[in-house]
DNA sequence: GCGACAG
DNA sequence: ATCTTGTCGC
């Protein structure tokens, strides 16, 4: 497995005031610009033969859990291009409650659990959560992404903190518009922008969907982040390492859950 | 006290 | 997140 900074590993039986400071270290070592090798264009969709010729293309992880009972089944899916190279998992008994703020020190553990069974070495990490959108700009998407020290990008599918510049309702596909830090989050001027919501699919008529709420989790900037989880999503809702990411922790859970009746 | 709050 | 069937629409 890929080496893990231990400064940074959530532990889940600190005293909440230790949970926040550490989320403030893991804010501080995290970077929001772009730090990576590949090419933006070369990650997701079916066609990019025109764009990108002869790359080869990044190896993106989805990452996803599923809770069957009081345990976490932690999953990541490694995916090049269109190709699932390396599907990695950990089932772990689940420490705390789930408390808005501090989500990665409920799941950082198992889902560290799941890497360190992962042989691949990811480009990027796509999370199931915020990553910038936070109160004190260390999400789950940045915390794991800093204790990895992998590119990442938080993708949620509600808003934490921040401010929307406009409203959100019934916008059509592609469309995006900047979270800005408020007075909830700590260490960033007010008016930041600290991710986008990006309606990633929307319905011509009839029923609405809701936007994605997208932020950088480390070595990511904010409007890198966006783009690239637009490539990601490829005409779904959500990206794709993350539906391949959820399906296998459903299957999983299924899985699990069949052994536990018997 | 009230409201808000990723998964 | 989880508990769960049908149902509307392309």
């Given at each position: 497995m890929r080496p893990v900074?231990?400064?940074?590993?959530?532990?889940?039986?600190?005293s909440r005031e230790v949970m926040e400071s550490l989320q403030r270290e893991v804010a501080a070592a995290a970077t929001w610009t772009d730090d990576f090798d590949?090419?933006?264009?070369?990650?997701?969709?079916?066609?990019r033969s025109l764009s990108a010729p002869d790359a080869d293309p990044p190896l993106v992880a989805g990452v996803d859990q599923a809770f069957p009972e009081d345990r976490a089944v932690s999953v990541v899916v490694v995916t090049r291009g269109d190709t699932v190279v390396e599907r990695a998992h950990a089932i772990t008994d689940l420490a705390i409650p789930y408390v808005p703020g501090l989500l990665a020190f409920r799941e950082g553990d198992p889902i560290l659990a799941a890497f360190s069974e992962l042989a691949a070495d990811p480009d990027l990490v796509v999370f199931d959560g915020s990553g910038r959108i936070h109160y004190r700009q260390a999400g789950l998407a940045t915390h794991i992404g800093v204790t990895l020290d992998l590119p990442s990008v938080g993708v949620a599918?509600?808003?934490?903190c921040g401010t929307p510049?406009?409203?959100?309702?019934?916008?059509?596909?592609?469309w995006r518009a900047p979270i800005r830090a408020d007075a909830?989050?700590?260490?960033?001027?007010?008016?930041?922008?600290?991710g986008h919501a990006f309606q990633s699919r929307q319905y011509d008529s009839s029923r609405r969907i809701n936007p994605l709420y997208v932020s950088p989790g480390?070595?990511?900037g904010v409007g890198t982040a966006t783009d690239l989880v637009e490539r990601l999503c490829d005409g779904y809702k959500l990206p794709e390492p993350t539906r391949r990411a959820d399906a296998y922790a459903d299957e999983l859970k299924r899985e699990h859950d069949g052994n536990a009746r018997e």
């Open positions: 900074r231990p400064a940074f590993v959530p532990d889940p039986d600190a590949f090419a933006t264009e070369s990650v997701g969709a079916v066609d599918k509600g808003l934490l510049d406009e409203a959100v309702d019934g916008r059509p596909e592609g909830d989050v700590e260490n960033a001027k007010p008016g930041t922008a600290i480390h070595r990511v």
